[in-house]
């Protein structure tokens, strides 16, 4: 079966330091991976999604970026944090392919890491 | 650019009364829909998607292209039902974009 593990669970950092939360996947080959940041009030945002390895899309500029070293590696990083980055991270992934050719497009989500920047 | 809106951020009802949460939706091609929910401590996970025209627990919801809209429906709702519930469209890439979502609490 198919299982997804992000860490760490919760950071807190001072602003100015790097950060880097991680995502693999088991179980799957060749999944789309997604990095989500969920705040009260407003939802999920789409931060990064991926359909293959070093194929990378942003869906909003800040100061965070995203990086897929191996199939199902997923990392969200940074070089300098802003308080505003803090927040609960999401990643997510789904079967690979069209989904209406392949599969039904269910998204499966980590447990989340919550980031306080200090 | 495609866009999810979900108008209630909460919504209460009493056990055994109808409830619907409402979604809307702007997207240019042809969408696809999913509902997802999460219940206390536990992990977001997909309820339903409109491509599959399924009843899940009870719930169902039926893409009107007219109104652009993607409203989750069930006639009874029961106290396990009470968690936070996300509207999601899908694009062409494969990307997927979340409601801010609307938190149900049904009132025994």
């Known amino acids: 079966s198919q299982t997804i593990h992000q860490w760490p669970a919760t950071l807190v950092q001072p602003v100015g330091s790097p950060l880097s939360l991680e995502c693999t996947v088991e179980?799957?080959?060749?999944?789309?991976l997604y990095w989500y940041r969920q705040a009260a009030g407003r939802g999920l945002q789409l931060l990064f999604y991926s359909v293959g390895i070093g194929q990378i899309s942003s869906e909003v500029p800040q100061n965070l970026s995203a990086s897929r070293p191996q199939d199902r590696q997923f990392i969200l990083s940074s070089k300098k944090l802003l308080l505003s980055d803090s927040g609960f991270y999401l990643c997510?992934?789904?079967?690979?392919?069209?989904?209406?050719?392949?599969?039904?497009?269910?998204?499966?989500f980590g447990e989340g890491s919550r980031l306080t920047v200090l | 650019a495609q866009r999810v809106t979900q108008p209630e951020k909460l919504l209460s009802v009493f056990k055994g009364a109808p409830v619907e949460l409402k979604c809307n939706y702007s997207y240019s091609g042809s969408p696809e829909l999913f509902w997802y929910v999460q219940y206390s401590r536990q992990r977001l996970q997909l309820l339903l998607r409109?491509?599959s025209r399924e009843s899940i627990k009870g719930f169902t919801a039926d893409l009107n292209k007219g109104e652009t809209s993607f409203h989750l429906k069930k006639p009874f709702a029961q106290e396990e039902d009470s968690a936070m519930y996300y509207c999601?469209?899908?694009?062409?890439?494969?990307?997927?974009?979340f409601g801010a979502g609307t938190r149900l609490t049904v009132k025994p």
């Open positions: 997510a992934w789904s079967a690979g392919g069209r989904w209406e050719r392949m599969n039904t497009g269910e998204l499966f």
């Open positions: 999601a469209l899908s694009g062409s890439n494969n990307d997927m974009r």
């Open positions: 179980g799957t080959s060749n999944p789309n």
């Open positions: 409109h491509i």
